[in-house]
T-cell receptor, first 114, second 113 residues
Framework: KAGVTQTPRYLIKTRGQQVTLSCSPISGHRSVSWYQQTPGQGLQFLFEYFSETQRNKGNFPGRFSGRQFSNSRSEMNVSTLELGDSALYLCASSRTVGGNTEAFFGQGTRLTVV | SQQGEEDPQALSIQEGENATMNCSYK?????LQWYRQNSGRGLVHLILIRSNEREKHSGRLRVTLDTSKKSSSLLITASRAADTASYFCATDAVFKGAQKLVFGQGTRLTINP
């Protein structure tokens, strides 16, 4: 079974631009979560999608948005990029079995804003 | 915040020694999980301990959970250089009506050869 796939792996953008990151979850997983990881702030939750609906949202500005498609693939978009958006963006698909949720992470997209 | 907090933030030990990391959390949980992250990569699930369990083993890993103190510990025995990584605890709980995993800030473990 293929794991979680994130594309692209690396990205360099200029301040003010926008960026779209993609995540393909493990087959059969309907939940996809996004996290931002920086050295200073650690692993921060962005949002979670389940069956094409945003189910949870972290404390990020409206410049960060996402969506999920009918095949559970998810995209996140960051508009008007700022230098502080440079980070590793991680996607995780998860399943809940017997009341326990386990997350499976992709390798991440390293975004550098210059 | 219901976020878990790992302690210590960084740990450096010699190969062969045991490494212990702690995690504290604030709310009731369904389970607590430990993940490992190699530098700049995704997180890998290590072990899950349910709220009604007190101790769990997996190879060289031993996890304990004390729900009365809202804390957990991860012990890695006979450490190896390849164990160098960041370790995160995550609490699995219902938050604002939806089940979600909440990660701590992580412990950066360095094993010196």
């Amino acid at each position: 079974k293929a794991g979680v796939t994130q594309t692209p792996r690396y990205l360099i953008k200029t301040r003010g631009q926008q960026v779209t990151l993609s995540c393909s979850p493990i087959s059969g997983h309907r939940s996809v979560s996004w996290y931002q990881q920086t050295p200073g702030q650690g692993l921060q939750f962005l949002f979670e999608y389940f069956s094409e609906t945003q189910r949870n949202k972290g404390n990020f500005p409206g410049r960060f948005s996402g969506r999920q498609f009918s095949n559970s693939r998810s995209e996140m978009n960051v508009s008007t990029l700022e230098l502080g958006d440079s980070a590793l963006y991680l996607c995780a698909s998860s399943r809940t079995v017997g009341g326990n949720t386990e997350a499976f992470f992709g390798q991440g997209t390293r975004l550098t804003v210059v | 915040s219901q976020q878990g907090e790992e302690d210590p933030q960084a740990l450096s030990i010699q190969e062969g020694e045991n490494a212990t990391m702690n995690c504290s959390y604030k709310t009731s949980i369904n389970n607590l999980q430990w993940y490992r992250q190699n530098s700049g990569r995704g997180l890998v699930h290590l072990i899950l301990i349910r709220s009604n369990e007190r101790e769990k083993h997996s190879g060289r890993l031993r996890v304990t959970l004390d729900t009365s103190k809202k804390s957990s510990s991860l012990l890695i025995t006979a450490s190896r250089a390849a164990d160098t990584a960041s370790y995160f605890c995550a609490t699995d709980a219902v938050f604002k009506g939806a089940q979600k995993l909440v990660f701590g800030q992580g412990t950066r473990l360095t094993i010196n050869p």
